[in-house]
């Protein structure tokens, strides 16, 4: 059967997929945030994954306020970059797993998660920037890519604890996947940061950081916090972290945390990057550690 | 006035429990409904035919958006705070600040009422803190 070898919590900061672009990664602005990155790159390069489930907002790209899916699920066989006022990245096509984007669709619903099922969702920087930070800039993704959008613009974005059993409920799909894949799934977004408003600029370390113990060691206590205490701790913005209990619900009860960065800021936000193992598994790599 | 009517003012606002954090404007349904038009424009922005025909002859596209006088003013006149009181998300919004070559960092700025170099400055110095900006009554006074 298939296997859910990770989960990788990561911000998807959109300067961040900018640097990468344009090369600025040496800059003394970016060259710390990629020095704590590189060793979730190692990681990735040791991993593998045939498969990556990338958990992300989209924003104001694939879905406007026409329709807002709380839950949509890419099935098609590419997904491009969008066009969200720029023109689009210059980042490879996602290639997609149909087949096992639709057992996931079928197996979801039948589950009683009514998701939106996707045959055409241009991916914005929430997609393509995780992608980068974990593969750098490859002629094409090295893995392949089943996008799952998750509605955190329009209020209310599904609850935490709605999050973390979907993906109790993606694990239960992929389990029952007569496939060989090793997937990764990634939750992504955060951490605190408010874009809008006087507020602006908002950051709360001690809630970053609280979440991602949490995320580890609690985090069916985690999804009981409710949106507005996101909003007043994190920001409007934060509420993004939800996104990353989809992941942690994917694994097992018991992690291991192979690895963890934080820095502040990437442009106007804290930038969080988590890497969680099935503690029962034997651990993909040898121990990671921050460049010194 | 009608409820639906995209006249109605955001004083009208039936209270949530997160309206006490101040310098926040919460895109729930009530925002959504007063900013549709308004966001529909910026989203048109994505597409480049859009832009160059908003470029080339900007108070003939908004035309075509159905805007209240004070939301057509808000985006003529680049007030980046005022579109989101009057029912702008700021990612929509946004699509206007990148066809004006902003950035989030400046239209932040503009929003909290600092300049370019306060506002990139706070970032670096680790940005906004939580204390003393959780609430309304922690602003008022000030």
């Known amino acids: 059967m298939a296997e859910i070898i990770a989960g990788v919590g990561t911000s998807h900061v959109p300067a961040v997929g ?61 997904f491009q970059p969008a066009d969200e ?30 998701i939106t099922i996707a045959n055409k969702m241009p991916i914005d920087h929430g997609c393509t920037v995780p992608l980068s930070v974990m593969y750098d800039q490859p002629e094409a993704w090295p893995c392949k890519v089943i996008p799952l959008c998750v509605n955190v613009i329009q209020y209310p974005a599904p ?18 996947w007569p496939g060989d894949e090793r997937v990764a799934i990634l939750g992504t977004g955060g951490m605190s940061h408010q874009l809008q408003g006087e507020r602006a600029g908002l950051v709360n370390v001690d809630f970053d950081l609280a979440f991602m113990d949490r995320l580890v060691s609690d985090p069916a206590g985690q999804a009981q916090v409710d949106h507005t205490e996101y909003l007043r701790e994190a920001g409007s913005e934060g509420i993004e972290l939800v996104m990353w209990l989809i992941m942690r619900g994917a694994l097992d009860e018991q992690v291991r945390e192979v690895y963890r960065a934080h820095h502040v800021p990437t442009s106007n936000t804290s930038n969080g990057l988590i890497i969680l193992e099935n503690a029962a598994n034997d651990p993909i790599t040898a121990p990671l550690t921050e460049a010194a | 006035m009608n409820a639906d009517s995209p006249e109605r003012a955001p004083s009208d606002r039936e209270p949530r429990e997160y309206d006490d954090i101040p310098g926040t404007y919460v895109f729930d349904g009530q925002h959504s409904r007063l900013g549709y038009a308004l966001n529909m424009f910026c989203m048109s922005l994505n597409e ?82 939580a204390d003393g900006n959780r609430y309304q009554h922690e602003w008022d006074g000030n």
């Open chain 2, 48 to 129: 480049a035919d859009n832009r160059d025909a908003f470029a080339a002859d900007p108070g003939g596209y908004l035309d075509r958006f159905d805007l209240t006088a004070e939301q057509r003013a808000a985006i003529e006149e680049r007030k980046w705070l005022e579109m989101l009181q009057l029912g702008g998300n700021i990612y929509y919004t946004f699509k206007l600040a990148i066809f004006d070559g902003l950035s989030m960092q400046q239209v932040g700025a503009s929003m909290s009422g600092v300049t370019f170099e306060e506002f990139s400055q706070m970032m670096i110095d680790g940005g906004r803190s």
């Open chain 1, 159 to 176: 609850t935490g604890n709605r999050c973390y059993n979907l993906g109790k409920a993606i694990r239960r799909a992929i389990d029952s």
């Open chain 1, 18 to 78: 900018a640097a990468i672009d344009h090369a600025k990664g040496d800059q003394p602005y970016w060259a710390p945030f990629f020095d704590k990155i590189a060793p979730a790159r190692e990681w990735m390069a040791q991993a593998k994954p045939d498969v990556c489930i990338v958990v992300f907002n989209d924003h104001a790209s694939a879905f406007s306020l026409e329709l807002i899916p709380t839950f949509a699920l890419g099935v098609a066989q590419t």
């Open chain 1, 85 to 114: 006022g720029y023109g689009p990245r210059g980042v490879p096509a996602a290639e997609g797993h149909p087949q096992l984007a639709w057992h996931l669709a079928e197996s979801l619903i039948l589950d009683e998660f009514d």
